[in-house]
């Protein structure tokens, strides 16, 4: 029902910038709430950032407050993840994920992911 592509990730510097992007099937914002997590070498996926279904609403991980912002173009489909001053512990595969009903801060209350996308910060 959801089809989620991922595309934007590559490497950087410490303090560098990159965007992801995420193309959703069509009326996935109309329906589903968005989201992004990641999951760091070795360890679990984590929450990154979230918007709301209705009224478009970011909500963030404390570790990327005012470094990162999530965003939505609802003509072209198309969920975003501006990433600014990267970290070395930014360095994570990326997934964006569509969310029905239940937490949105939550991994496994969400229906939907994308493929995922390697983001590298160097020193």
């Known amino acids: 029902q959801v089809q989620l592509v991922e595309s934007g990730g590559g490497s950087a510097q410490t303090g560098g910038s990159l965007r992801l992007s995420c193309v959703a099937s069509?009326?996935?914002?109309?329906?589903?709430?968005m989201g992004w997590f990641r999951q760091p070498p070795g360890k679990n996926r984590e929450f990154v950032a979230t918007?709301?279904?209705?009224?478009?609403?970011?909500h963030y991980a404390d570790f990327v407050q005012g470094r990162f912002t999530i965003s939505r173009n609802i003509v072209n489909d198309t969920l975003y993840l501006q990433m600014d001053n990267l970290k070395p512990e930014d360095t994570a595969v990326y997934y964006c994920?569509?969310?029905?009903?239940?937490?949105?801060?939550?991994?496994?209350?969400?229906?939907?992911w994308g493929q995922g996308t390697q983001v590298t910060v160097s020193s």
């Open positions: 918007i709301s279904r209705i009224r478009g609403e970011p």
């Open positions: 994920a569509a969310i029905d009903s239940g937490q949105l801060y939550t991994a496994s209350d969400y229906e939907y």
């Open positions: 069509g009326r996935t914002f109309a329906l589903y709430g």
